[in-house]
């Protein structure tokens, strides 16, 4: 689904935020990037969502070499991802059910279509009652739901949750976690950049950790770099974290009240991006269609 | 397009929210297109009247006021002497009052009646208008003849004005269309900063430029077309006050056009010209955003 191919990148300041990393990444799986600031984690995200080039190597996602996607086809590369901010990022004048449908207007989706998806995916993040209400009213793990929501209505095959839970109180962050875990067993591929290290290690999942541009552990490898040297003990925090969860639902949660509706694509437009396979969701899953 | 309809919306939502900026916007744009618009039907009509006199071949010479009648007959003789004339009528001082009565009115006759400002005259019509000035110069070698009205030197005068109305009007409105567009620009530009959150949104989930942009233009557009209607009624009430002071002043010896007849391809270029302004402005303030990316976007 993901992979990193011995990618650097160097920004014009000279800055190296990342220097030669390479990893995979399945479809379906839950990854947590942790890293100190300033550790390349967001130059990590940009350049998954081709918000940046990188200097060298080469980036794969669902087959695609992103350093050979041309700038008018970007688009189509992001409608396959759900992107939930830190700060939420919800526009004040709209109310939730507004902040959700811009996303979906923003690819061109019909308002028929928009009244139908927006009300489920807000019943999915338990805010169906509240979609009159503008975002000032709401309170911080409600406002990162909606961000949620609008995230997950264009039905993206990968979520980027650049920490979720940074703005939020700790109780909230998770249940916001325990949301984005239900995602990923209906299939989705779940990016998590946190620094919340008790949140990493409860939901037992895998860690990717990265310092001063290097991916000094990840679990899915049980690989650790210790020569490195970092400021904020990610390394002994998540060198021995477990395994990483399997690309399989989790049978505890209920997620009979999710959707698998599988990943829409506007009809009629250009499609230059090659999606690659959908999601396979398991047999417990009820889709109900858009 | 699927969702233009929304796009539409959009960008005439960005116009109200940044009423006063696009009013300022309005204001500079008409103003350009009414300068532009003036320059334009002065030059039309200065055209037709030129042509008009172009076209006709009469002359008026005057004669001296110490000569007689008899005297005047032989000057008309010796001027339908001359080759290149084709008749000469004779214009006597009584007729020639008559005519200015019907011209002026009995009021304003009166009072200019006293000073006793005619002369006998000929309207004299010549053959070929190529030899004009050699005919005027021989009609004016004979001894009587006190002037010649040359319609065709006043004709000469009136395209020089016009050709330097032109000159000033077209650097004018260069530079009108210029801070035209820089403020359509910074209008369009203000749009975006209070909307950057949803630009950066936007293209977060892949909104493609296309998408991000159109609202923009519309605004831009709108704008555009706005100030052509205003524009149009601007000049028609500015064309229709001009042509009653002159149509009073000159009477029927310089015809206005009337405006019934260049209404519609001023129109067309008004908002031609109105939505191409307004569209570059959308597009050079939009082009600069369109190139960030992410936090970018928000000046972060």
């Not at chain 1, 939420?88 to 811009?102: E, G, P, Q, S, T």
């Not at chain 2, 940044?18 to 009013?23: D, E, G, L, P, S």
Request: proline content about 4%; aromatic content about 8%.
């Amino acid at each position: 689904m993901i992979d990193f191919e011995n990618v650097s990148k160097t920004y014009p300041n000279g800055t190296h935020a990342l220097n030669n990393v390479s990893l995979h990444i399945d479809r379906g799986e839950f990854v947590f990037i942790v890293g100190a600031s300033g550790a390349g984690k967001s130059t990590f995200l940009k350049l998954i969502m081709r918000e940046e080039i990188a200097t060298s190597g080469e980036i794969i996602i669902n087959g695609n070499k992103l350093s050979r996607l041309k700038k008018r086809d970007v688009p189509y590369l992001r409608r396959h991802m759900g992107i939930v901010f830190q700060d939420f990022r919800l526009i004040d004048k709209m109310n939730v059910f507004d902040n959700v449908a811009f996303a979906m207007r923003a690819v061109g989706e019909s308002s028929a279509a928009v009244k139908k998806r927006v009300p489920y995916v807000l019943d999915l993040v338990g805010l169906k009652d509240k979609m009159k209400d503008k975002p000032s009213e709401l309170s911080g793990g409600e406002q990162q739901r909606v961000s949620l929501a609008r995230a997950l209505v264009n039905n993206p095959e990968i979520i980027i949750a650049d920490e979720p839970t940074g703005n939020i109180d700790p109780e909230l962050s998770h249940e916001i976690l325990e949301l984005l875990t239900q995602i990923n067993s209906m299939g989705t591929t779940v990016l998590v950049v946190t620094h919340e290290h008790e949140l990493v290690r409860e939901f037992n999942q895998r860690v990717i950790t990265i310092d001063k541009g290097k991916v000094i552990s990840d679990s899915a490898e049980e690989m650790v770099d210790l020569s490195y040297g970092y400021d904020e003990g990610y390394a002994e925090t998540y060198a021995e974290a477990p395994a990483p969860a399997p690309a399989q639902p989790d049978a505890d949660v209920d997620i009979s009240s999710f959707s698998a509706a599988p990943a829409e694509e506007p009809a009629g437009e250009e499609e230059p991006y090659d999606a690659g396979e959908q999601p396979q969701y398991p047999d417990n899953v009820v889709i109900i269609p858009d | 397009m699927k969702g233009f309809g929304y796009l539409v919306k959009e960008g005439f939502k960005n116009i109200y929210t940044n009423r006063i900026m696009t009013i300022a916007s309005i204001c500079v744009l008409v103003s350009c297109l009414v300068l532009t618009g003036a320059a334009a039907l002065f030059s039309v009509n200065v055209t037709a009247i030129v042509s008009e006199v172009e076209k006709n071949n009469e002359t008026t010479v005057y004669i001296l006021r110490d000569r007689g009648e008899i005297e005047a007959k032989q000057i008309g003789s010796q001027i339908e002497a001359i080759d290149n004339v084709e008749s000469a009528v004779f214009v006597s001082k009584s007729e020639a009052v008559e005519q200015y009565k019907q011209t002026l009115g009995e009021q304003l006759f009166d009072r200019i009646k006293d000073k006793d400002p005619l002369n006998d005259a000929y309207r004299v019509v010549i053959k070929d208008l190529e030899k004009y000035d050699d005919t005027v110069k021989q009609i004016k070698a004979i001894d009587g003849v006190e002037s010649i009205n040359d319609r065709r030197e006043f004709a000469q005068k009136l395209s020089t004005i016009s050709n330097l109305v032109n000159l000033i009007s077209i650097a004018v409105v260069a530079a009108l269309i210029i801070i035209s567009l820089f403020i359509i620009a910074n209008t369009i530009r203000a749009t975006m900063y209070s909307r950057r959150f949803e630009i950066s949104i936007m293209k977060s989930v892949g909104a493609t430029n296309m998408f991000v942009r159109m609202p923009f233009l519309v605004e831009g557009m709108v704008i555009g077309i706005i100030s052509a209607a205003l524009s149009t009624g601007a000049v028609a009430l500015l064309y229709e006050a001009v042509k009653r002071v002159i149509t009073e002043a000159a009477g029927s010896w310089i015809t206005v056009l009337p405006f019934s007849q260049m209404v519609v391809p001023l129109a067309i270029s008004f908002l031609v010209a109105g939505i191409l302004v307004g569209f570059f402005g959308g597009f050079i303030s939009i082009r600069k955003y369109l190139k960030k990316e992410g936090n970018e976007i928000l000046g972060w």
